[in-house]
């Protein structure tokens, strides 16, 4: 069974003009797949130093309210055509796992147990960032940060950018994801030098605005979340050329500062090392949304957050109709599940969007 959202399907559009693929990156909307029994993936450590890479990445430029530097991001559009050019890229069946992703049909945005959503932006993220960016310098450098459901891993890539001292982990259901996003996301934003044609950003700005003046009202109600991102973010493609002399080197910086993770949170935690080490920090963008994960997210925060001052911070959607997830559940668990000491998280609301779908984003921290 399909559960849909206001969802529109022409994020997996081919056809789309570029703008339209740039927008499909922050829609609102969500539809699970659950007709598919769920197998969890185990998970294990993704082996950052022999992913392969294409020649060049190609991505987008968004630029956050309040946050100065823009971020690179890839689109599904840019996995695309990656997977189009490149077919000799990785082994054949890797590419056929990537390529029926990409291609869901049944207007899924994600099927439960197979495809988790990571190759889309999901717009709390861009929420998450734009919250870190008001934290003081002391409570976002020199973390040892993880992120869970990372996805394009937005708080990733800025606490990497914020502070050399950061250390942060990245975690995503999908090694595909890990490979075609979030790794060519992470070295665009560190290691590469990327190329941004200027006059590209100029007149994607400037269409933006006459784009908005046409809208009538009753579309931008409808499409009141989607118009934030087109007011407030400002896309432009960028490419960064990787000599493939230079792989070794830059997976190495990559792999210095970031271990990555892929599977299921259930079986998460005894990778993670957090006998020897706990994160400061856990950050996670719209991985509510199913009841059903819920149990094990928690239990991955209970395991590996330092005690007693670690803190996390979950954005996401207040309301995932029909499936069951969102803040309300997820505050009503971590509120009555104890830790294996008997210890128990607490949660606070530190953001509240104006918008018709509602956003939230909750610290939460130690009661002890
Ligand atoms: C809707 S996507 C959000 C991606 C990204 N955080 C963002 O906001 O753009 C949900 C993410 O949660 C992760 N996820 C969902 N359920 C999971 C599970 N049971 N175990 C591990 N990861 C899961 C997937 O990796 C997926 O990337």
């Known amino acids: 069974m399909a559960f849909k ?6 994020d997996l559009d081919l056809e789309d003009n570029e703008e339209n693929q740039q927008l499909e990156t922050s829609l609102n909307d969500l539809s699970i797949d659950e007709s598919n029994s769920v197998n969890k993936l185990p998970s294990q450590e993704y082996d950052i130093l022999s992913s392969p890479l294409p020649s060049v ?19 599904l559009a840019d996995v695309k055509f990656q997977m189009a050019e490149q077919d000799n890229l990785v082994d054949e069946n890797a590419d056929k796992d990537v390529v029926s992703m990409l291609n869901l049909s049944g207007n899924s945005d994600l099927i439960k147990g197979v495809y ?13 960032v734009q919250y870190l960016s ?23 890539l800025y606490l990497l950018d914020r502070s050399h001292t950061n250390r942060v982990d990245v975690q995503d259901y999908n090694d595909q994801v890990i490979r075609y996003i979030t790794i060519p996301n992470i070295l665009l934003n560190t290691v590469l030098t990327v190329q ?22 009753e579309e931008e109600e409808d499409d009141e979340d ?32 970031t271990r990555a993770f892929v599977g299921d949170w259930s079986s998460l935690p005894e990778q993670l090392n957090v006998d020897q080490e706990k994160y400061d920090m856990i950050v996670t963008s719209e991985t509510i949304y199913a009841e059903h994960a819920l149990p094990d997210l928690i239990n991955v925060f209970q395991k590996a957050l330092k005690k007693p001052d670690g803190v996390c911070y979950v954005a996401a959607k207040t309301v995932y109709f ?8 997820f505050c009503n668990l971590l509120a009555k599940t104890k830790d294996a000491s008997g210890d128990k998280l607490k949660y606070e ?7 018709t779908v509602k956003r939230e984003i909750l610290k939460v921290s130690w009661e002890l």
């Not at 990445?57 to 689109?75: A, F, H, N, W």
């Not at 988790?116 to 998450?128: A, P, V």
């Not at 941004?196 to 009202?217: G, K, L, R």
């Not at 609301?349 to 918008?355: L, T």
Request: proline share 6%; aromatic share 4%.
């Open 57 to 75: 990445i190609q991505g987008d430029i968004l630029q956050v309210p309040s946050v100065e530097k823009p971020l690179y991001k890839r689109t």
């Open 196 to 217: 941004e044609p200027s006059s590209n950003v100029e007149e994607v700005a400037e269409e933006e605005s006459s784009s908005s003046e046409e809208e009538d009202s």
């Open 5 to 10: 959202f206001n969802f529109t399907n022409e």
């Open 349 to 355: 609301k530190v953001f509240e969007s104006e918008s």
């Open 134 to 156: 008001g934290l003081p310098e002391d409570q976002v450098t020199n973390k040892k940060v993880l992120e869970l459901g990372c996805g394009s891993s937005l708080p990733s």
């Open 226 to 257: 989607e118009k934030r991102i087109e007011e407030d973010v400002n896309t432009c493609d960028v490419e960064a050329e990787i000599p493939s002399d230079k792989i070794p080197a830059m997976l190495k910086l990559v792999s210095e500062r």
């Open 116 to 128: 988790e959503g990571g190759f889309k932006t999901w717009e709390c993220s861009i929420d998450m």
């Open 322 to 329: 029909g499936v069951g997830g969102g803040i309300l559940p």
